[in-house]
T-cell receptor, first 111, second 114 residues
């Protein structure tokens, strides 16, 4: 079993829709949960990070962590064509700089 | 623009050859990380250096090596290249030190092994 599982997609949704992206993980030691966005031919950039369980909101983006289920989500409200990218979930445990990434979900927002 | 630079952007070489990828971190960042991204494996952590010293190792093959120089730039050396080494190689940098620090990724080097 991979440490982090993420559906590769592609996921196509119409502009304005709410997008839900998800990852599951197996290592209960993970404490920091992140979402990166990667545009084609670019490096990943950090969108949001959360510590432990709970929700975090930043503009149109909401990150949720459910440690009991080992499940994390990223919601995008009022999706825009500029949100079309690959979204990678990522995790770390305390005291270690190593980031474990999911394989990424390709998202297409259709105008 | 993350402030992390990587050269070259593209590299095409043959099996059995050796290449060197270069990374300059953001100004003031002490930690450098190397990642490999392929369709099969996704983004995989290879190795981390902090202020010139190796700090953490991930799924790095013995044919691969890295170093960080006194001016903090880093090089990733890939030798005895195989077709399966074709991938995007990213460098990231962070402030380093204790606690979680955001990693800023460079634009990557696309390596094609023929």
């Amino acid at each position: 079993q991979k440490e982090v599982e993420q559906d590769p997609g592609p996921l196509s949704v119409p502009e304005g829709a709410i997008v839900s992206l998800n990852c599951t993980y197996s290592n209960s030691a993970f404490q920091y949960f992140m979402w990166y966005r990667q545009y084609s031919r670019k490096g990943p950039e950090l969108l949001m990070y959360t510590y432990s369980s709970g929700n975090k909101e930043d503009g149109r983006f909401t990150a949720q962590v459910d440690k009991s289920s080992k499940y994390i989500s990223l919601f995008i409200r009022d999706s825009q064509p500029s949100d079309s990218a690959t979204y990678l979930c990522a995790m770390m445990w305390s005291g270690d700089d190593k980031i474990i990434f999911g394989k990424g979900t390709r998202l297409h927002i259709l105008p | 623009d993350s402030g992390v630079t990587q050269t070259p952007k593209h590299l095409i070489t043959a099996t059995g050859q050796r290449v060197t990828l270069r990374c300059s971190p953001r100004s003031g960042d002490l930690s450098v990380y190397w990642y490999q991204q392929s369709l099969d494996q996704g983004l995989q952590f290879l190795i981390q250096y902090y202020n010139g010293e190796e700090r953490a190792k991930g799924n790095i093959l013995e044919r691969f090596s890295a170093q960080q120089f006194p001016d903090l730039h880093s090089e990733l050396n890939l030798s005895s290249l195989e077709l399966g080494d074709s991938a995007l190689y990213f460098c990231a940098s962070s402030e380093g030190g204790q606690g979680i620090r955001e990693q800023f990724f460079g634009p990557g080097t696309r390596l094609t092994v023929l």
